[in-house]
C-alpha cells in the first residue's frame, strides 16, 4: 500500500516506519482503545497465575473483557495462546471483575459480564502465514490486526478478515479438549446466527435492509461495517449508527440518536429513551415490511451523519 498525504495540492508518500517493540506498540494502543477497539482500558501488565497479559480491556456495549496482546515476528501458534488467555479469564472471573472495579471506580458484578462474548485480540506490524492460519475459521474469538507506523506519527489499524468460505472452530474443537470447553461458554455471533428459525420474509427483509444501510457507506464518506453481536446486529460507520434485532414478525431497529435530535415528520420512530432495548440510542422503529424503506432511508441516515 502507497500512502500520500497532500501538501498545497501536491501529493507526497509518506514512508511507513519500522517498530523497535512491543512495548511500542503497547503504549500507543493502549492510548486509544477506546477509537481503535472501542473498549476502555481495565489493567495494564496484567497477571495471573503465571501469564502476564499485556492489556486488559472492556467493551461497555457487550459488556464483556478483551485481552490484547503484542507481538513482532514471533512464529507462535496463535490459536493455542489465544485459547489459554480466554481459559484463563474464564477461570479467573472473579479477578477482572476487581481489576475493573479498583480502576474504573465501578460496581461490576459477575452477572453484568456477558463471558460469552470474551475475545482475545492480537496486534502486530506483521503475521507470519503459519499465524493467520486461525483466520480460516470463521467463528474464533479471536482477531489479528495489522498496525502501521508511518512519519509524522500516523498510525494505521487494519483488522484481518476471515474468508467468508471459512470452516467453524467445532472441527478442531472436537480434536482439543482445552478449545472444546472454552467453546461451550464463548462464541461468537454470526448473522446465520439471527437469521435462524426466522421465517423466509424476515431473512427477505434483513436482506433489503443490510443492502440499504450498506449502501450509505458506498454513497458518503465512511464505509459501512456489519457486526453481529449477541443480541442484535450492528452497522457501523465509525460507531453504531444502526442495530437490528431480528425477530419471528418482524426487525426492530435501534437508531442511535439521542431524544429530540432524529427528525420524524411522520413519527413512526419510537422513543424509547426511558425503557429497555437492544441496541443504542433512544429510538426503535418496528418493521414489518419493506414499504416504507424509502422514508426510514432518510431517517437512518441522519443517525450515520452524525457517527461518521
Request: proline content about 2%; aromatic content about 8%.
Given at each position: 500500500m502507497v500512502l500520500l498525504a497532500s501538501r498545497q495540492g501536491k501529493l507526497q508518500k509518506v514512508h511507513e516506519l519500522s517498530f523497535r517493540n512491543e512495548k511500542e506498540i503497547q503504549k500507543v494502543t493502549e492510548t486509544n482503545l477506546g477509537e481503535i477497539f472501542g473498549l476502555e482500558l481495565v489493567h495494564s501488565e496484567f497477571e495471573l497465575d503465571d501469564f502476564r497479559i499485556d492489556t486488559l480491556g472492556f467493551s461497555l456495549e457487550t459488556k464483556s473483557f478483551a485481552v490484547i496482546e503484542y507481538k513482532i515476528g514471533k512464529n507462535v501458534s496463535l490459536i493455542d495462546q489465544g485459547y489459554a488467555y480466554l481459559g484463563l479469564i474464564m477461570s479467573r472471573r472473579a479477578d477482572c471483575i476487581l481489576a475493573y472495579n479498583e480502576t474504573r471506580d465501578a460496581r461490576l458484578s459477575l452477572k453484568d459480564v456477558d463471558w460469552s462474548q470474551t475475545r482475545v485480540i492480537f496486534v502486530s506490524p506483521e503475521f507470519t502465514k503459519y499465524q493467520r492460519k486461525l483466520l480460516t475459521f470463521n467463528d474464533i474469538p479471536i482477531e489479528l490486526w495489522k498496525i502501521s507506523s508511518y512519519a509524522n506519527e500516523h498510525f494505521g489499524y487494519d483488522r484481518l478478515e476471515s474468508p467468508e468460505?471459512?470452516?467453524?472452530?467445532?472441527?478442531?474443537?472436537?480434536?482439543?479438549?482445552?478449545?472444546?470447553?472454552?467453546?461451550?461458554?464463548?462464541?461468537?455471533?454470526?448473522?446465520?446466527?439471527?437469521?435462524?428459525?426466522?421465517?423466509?420474509?424476515?431473512?427477505f427483509l434483513y436482506s433489503d435492509l443490510a443492502d440499504m444501510l450498506t449502501e450509505l457507506g458506498n454513497k458518503g464518506k465512511v464505509k459501512v461495517e456489519i457486526k453481529p453481536k449477541k443480541m442484535y446486529i450492528a452497522f457501523v460507520s465509525k460507531e453504531n449508527f444502526v442495530d437490528l434485532s431480528l425477530q419471528k414478525s418482524s426487525i426492530l431497529m435501534a437508531i442511535n440518536m439521542k431524544k429530540g435530535?432524529?427528525?420524524?415528520?411522520?413519527?413512526?420512530?419510537?422513543?424509547?429513551?426511558?425503557?429497555?432495548?437492544?441496541?443504542?440510542?433512544?429510538?426503535?422503529?418496528?418493521?414489518?415490511?419493506?414499504?416504507?424503506?424509502?422514508?426510514?432511508?432518510?431517517?437512518?441516515?441522519?443517525?450515520?451523519?452524525?457517527?461518521?
Open positions: 468460505s471459512g470452516v467453524s472452530i467445532g472441527s478442531l474443537a472436537r480434536k482439543n479438549n482445552v478449545i472444546s470447553e472454552i467453546s461451550k461458554e464463548v462464541k461468537v455471533y454470526t448473522i446465520d446466527d439471527h437469521l435462524e428459525g426466522k421465517p423466509e420474509f424476515i431473512r435530535e432524529l427528525k420524524d415528520p411522520l413519527n413512526i420512530a419510537k422513543d424509547f429513551s426511558n425503557k429497555g432495548h437492544w441496541g443504542n440510542g433512544d429510538y426503535v422503529l418496528k418493521i414489518e415490511s419493506d414499504l416504507n424503506l424509502s422514508y426510514i432511508e432518510k431517517l437512518v441516515i441522519q443517525s450515520y451523519e452524525k457517527h461518521s
